[in-house]
Each structure stands twice: as C-alpha cells, then as structure tokens.
C-alpha cells in the first residue's frame, strides 16, 4: 500500500513512544486507505448495475419494437396474400414464403443470446442477398453470380430488403431463369449519390413475350417495400432473352 517515513539528520533521536505514534498513524492511513479503495469499488458496482439495468431496457425496447414491426408487416402480408390468393394452401404457401424471408433476415442481424454484445449488429446487402436466394436455387450456387461493395444493413433495413428480394427471387424461381437448370442471375451493387443501385439479371431461363397482363402482390409488394421502407425505387425491363431489374435503395434506410 505505500510506506510512512520518518528521518531525523542526527542519530539516537526517536523514542519507543516515537515509533508506537507512528505505527499507529500508519495504522490509521491504511485503514482509510482501505475504506477508500471500498467506497470506490461500491460506486464502480453501483454504476455498473446502473449501466446494465439501463442496457437492458434498451434491449427490451428495442425488442419491442422489431416485434412490433414485424406483426405489422406480418398482419398486412396475410390480408392482401387472403385478397390475391385463388385457394388456401396457395395463402399458405406464400405466406410461408415470405416469412421464412423475414425470418432468415432476423437471424443474419439479431445479437447472439449468449454473446455479451447485445448491441444493434448489421448484415451487410451480399450475405443478405446469398441467404435469401439460397432457398430459390435448384442446380448450385453456380446459377446466381454476387458482385459489390460491403454495404451494411440494420434491422428494418434487413426486413424490408429481403421481402423485396424474396418476391423477386420467387418470381424469378416460378417464371424466370431459376425455374430451369440452365438459367442464371447475375446480381451486382454499387453506391450512387447516396443510394445502393442494385442490378439484378435473367439469362438462360424461358424466352419472355412481355410484361405480364396482370401485376400480381408480390411485384405491389416489392414496389411498396422499395419505395415506402427503402425510399427508393424498382424498375422492371421485360427483355425476350430475361428480365432485368435495378433496385435503388437509401444507404441511410438500409442501415436503419
């Protein structure tokens, strides 16, 4: 803890009641050393359980609101799938669909239960986009290209993203080139004044006549989400050799 010293030039100067006074004040400096070195280690638990009580309604909050979100966007899929869907077990299928999308968009983002960290964690658009489309490829994961930056994306940013994708990736495995061994999609990014201006590209699927007669939820969807939850946009070109389509997409919307 540290030392008391006292000197004196000359020898023969200090007493037995000398040394007793200052063993006693040694004493007592140690024993307020030691109360000091309590109260703070008190303060340090006290402003920690503080801190953890605080990091926990933060947490709740935020789970809070995710859950909140999602029973939202969970309850407006399941009343305009039950407007479009021609039987049951096609609303089911769909449905499904769409929530294993938000579900696999949840796990690239949620903190581990076990992990310390239980601040916000990102995904970023390529590992988003590989999970998604993974479930929609037939021959291998040589029938989708990926190519872009590292472009982060939070929670809602991940939530609204994926549906875009997943319409997308479904209409691709329906009518498109994944619906045929031989077909490709070739899906780049890049960064534009603000905006994530992603690219994706049908080759080897069915030849295509045109635009389809009817717009069906899943494209209203995936404009909705592109729009309204991503402020962007989703532009379709009908090409007879594939479809081609470019998302635009705020950075600022998708880290959110």
Aim: glycine share 10%; aromatic share 4%.
């Amino acid at each position: 803890m540290g030392s008391l010293l006292l000197g004196h030039p000359e020898p023969g100067r200090f007493r037995d009641d000398h040394e007793t006074l200052v063993v006693g004040l040694a004493a007592q400096a140690a024993a307020g050393i030691d109360n000091a070195r309590l109260y703070e280690s008190a303060q340090r638990e006290i402003a920690e359980r503080k801190q953890a009580e605080a990091d926990r309604l933060l947490i709740l909050r935020e789970l809070n609101h995710r859950v909140k979100n999602l029973f939202a966007v969970a309850v407006g899929m399941i009343g305009m799938t039950a407007r479009t869907a021609t039987s049951p077990q096609k609303m089911a299928a769909t449905l499904t669909g769409r929530l294993r999308a938000l579900a696999s968009a949840h796990d690239l983002i949620r903190p581990s239960v076990a992990s310390d960290n239980q601040s916000p964690h990102f995904t970023n658009v390529g590992a988003l986009a590989e999970r998604i489309l993974a479930a929609h490829i037939s021959s291998g994961q040589a029938q989708v290209s990926l190519e872009g930056p590292e472009i982060l994306v939070g929670s809602t940013g991940a939530t609204s993203f994926a549906l875009v994708l997943h319409e997308v990736a479904t209409n691709a495995a329906k009518h498109g080139s994944l619906s045929q061994a031989t077909g490709r999609v070739s899906i780049t990014w890049r960064i534009e004044e603000g905006h994530m201006v992603l690219t994706w590209i049908e080759r080897g699927g069915p030849t295509i006549s045109g635009p389809p007669s009817r717009k069906g939820f899943g494209a209203e969807l995936a404009q909705m989400s592109a729009r309204g939850q991503l402020g962007g946009d989703i532009h379709r070109v009908w090409n007879p050799e594939g479809l081609e389509i470019t998302l635009r997409a705020s950075l600022e919307r998708l880290l959110a």
